[in-house]
């Protein structure tokens, strides 16, 4: 990554050329949320309307529905399948082929394993690197971050978000997950055990209470909204919650709605836990119209991955039912997560809704990515990509007014260069309506999550005909196959990317099929 030195003059002078009002900026990252964990039907049908399945019908999200009913939602937005990845890729700009950050970090060590890409960027980001909030903080921005980072280790600056271009931290940390949600457990630091020490920091104030961490969450970034605004200071507030990642602790002040639900106790305890999330949500817009400033606020509204509710393996048709699979997955249910954008309030005499108006209740179906947020963004601000800093993704303004835009490209590269996981050692290439998914180890031994792939290296399937994949057309498709492979070899290459390596040494590159 290129360091924030090389490009620091050139903002300075940026700072100067762009002291105008800006908009605020929220980016609302919801953790292990896939694309049916909510009641917004984000899936359509041949016609292009939105169509509901059974778990829509069992989640409770009335402020993603009413974000969704002032703006504009996208039913192929893409992360990378586990946190870090994409964490990494919106504060970049950078697909994880790039940025090498190709696997959840370990907050404790590196986590390459066996026939791993042994030199992954296991440290994450580091001090120094090119990041959003260190562009949008010399341009003027006050930088807040509430809730997880993961995004280094244990002694790494980088694990404290303050580090890498954040002015303000709160709660955030090395590792993934909370010990606990719950205040009377200090949220975790009266855990006995691996948990006791994953206790997001600064909250001291809430322990011993009886106040949900998600709860807490809100209350410290509504203060933080709340005192830029009397600082006159525009904001880039990137509020990501620990919510909805395990530990599957219900939230009581939910529970009562899932009680009858038939579900098990688990997949409640997840509902409570994307419900408390959903009232945080309402509960900043709320905040932005008291405030008088929802009219200037852009809130971005996402999940880091696919979905681990708690509803049945990882590779069949249950927790992101109709999509096939979960988060850590190679299918779909993987790595669509949900997308909305809209302004805190309409109003399309503003300046900058006249700039990006975003159309109220549309679905768009164009293919965009994590990747996609970081040009978005500089390019609201009026700010330039630092030059040497290579960004993978593109601006979505068009897209975000609801026309189509063919200069964006219609692909997505995910790769997991690793083993223990879910998925082992695959990488998937979307173009057009098509996906290819390649696997370096398909005759991999089957034990805990692991899967077999007895079917070969390559899977196949038309995603327009096809959306659940229930057909790999690897065989019967062969000039299709390999016209798909060729394209993601390409994009591996262009973005230098890293390999499994076997017991041998060698390094498990995509091959083509013969």
Avoid at 73 to 85: E, K
Avoid at 315 to 331: D, M, N, S, T
Avoid at 344 to 372: C, L, R, Y
Avoid at 460 to 486: Q, V
Wanted: aromatic letters at 10%; glycine letters at 8%.
């Amino acid at each position: 990554m290129v360091k924030l030195a090389t490009f620091l003059g050139a903002l300075l002078i940026a700072t100067t050329l762009h002291s105008a009002d800006r908009p605020n900026i929220m980016v609302f990252l919801v953790d292990d949320m896939g694309v049916m964990d909510t009641s917004v039907p984000f899936l359509t049908d041949e016609a292009g309307q939105p169509k509901r399945y059974p778990l829509n019908d069992f989640y409770r999200t009335p402020a993603m529905e009413r974000l969704a009913g002032n703006g504009i939602r996208f039913n192929q937005f893409y992360a990378m399948s586990v946190c870090s990845p994409t964490r990494t890729s919106i504060l970049t700009g950078q697909n994880a082929a790039r940025h090498r950050v190709t696997n959840w970090i370990n907050p404790r060590e590196d986590n390459a394993g066996t026939y791993g890409a042994t030199n992954w960027n296991w440290g994450g980001i580091k001090q120094g690197d090119v990041t959003l909030p260190c562009i949008l903080r010399e341009t003027g921005y006050r930088t807040i971050h509430v809730g997880k980072g993961h995004f280094a280790p244990f002694d790494h600056a980088g694990s404290d978000p303050a580090n890498i271009g954040f002015e303000i931290n709160v709660a955030g940390s090395a590792f993934g997950a909370p010990g606990s949600y719950y205040a009377e457990k200090n949220y975790g630091q009266l855990i006995k055990g691996r948990r006791s020490e994953f206790t997001p920091p600064h909250l001291e104030s809430y322990h011993g209470s009886d106040t949900f961490l998600t709860e807490a969450l809100t209350i410290e970034a509504k203060k933080q909204v709340k005192k830029s605004v009397e600082d006159d200071k525009p904001f880039f507030l990137y509020f990501a919650h620990y919510a909805v990642h395990a530990p599957f602790e219900s939230d009581p002040r939910f529970a009562a709605h899932y009680k009858d639900s038939g579900k098990p106790k688990a997949a409640q305890a997840f509902a409570t836990l994307v419900e408390g999330m959903d009232k945080s949500l309402g509960d900043m817009m709320d905040q932005f119209e008291k405030l008088e400033i929802a009219e200037n606020t852009l809130i971005f509204f996402l999940g880091d991955n696919g979905s681990d509710a708690p509803l049945g393996d990882q590779h069949v048709v249950a927790c992101a039912e109709p999509l096939r699979g979960k988060k850590g997955a190679h299918y779909e249910g993987g790595m669509r997560v949900p997308f909305i954008a809209a302004w805190g309030k309409a109003n399309p005499e503003n300046s900058w809704q006249k700039a990006i108006p975003i159309p109220a209740g549309k679905i768009h179906g164009q293919i965009a990515s994590v990747s996609d947020l970081f040009p978005t963004i500089l390019e609201l601000s009026k700010t330039a990509v630092p030059d040497g800093h290579s960004v993978d993704g593109f601006p979505l303004q068009k897209m975000l007014s609801g026309t189509e835009d063919e200069t964006h490209p219609s692909q997505f590269l995910m790769h997991y260069p690793h083993g223990r996981h879910r998925s082992n050692y695959f990488t998937t290439w979307r173009d057009g309506d098509w996906k290819v998914i390649y696997h370096a180890l398909p005759d991999e031994p089957t034990t805990g999550n692991h899967i077999q792939f007895s079917g070969g290296n390559y899977e196949l399937f038309n995603l327009k005909e096809d959306p659940f994949e229930s057909t790999n057309l690897a065989d019967k498709n062969p000039e299709k196959l390999k016209e798909m492979m060729k394209g993601m070899i390409a994009s591996l290459e262009a973005k230098d990317a890293v390999y499994p390596v076997s017991a041998e040494g060698k390094s498990l590159k995509p091959q083509l099929p013969d």
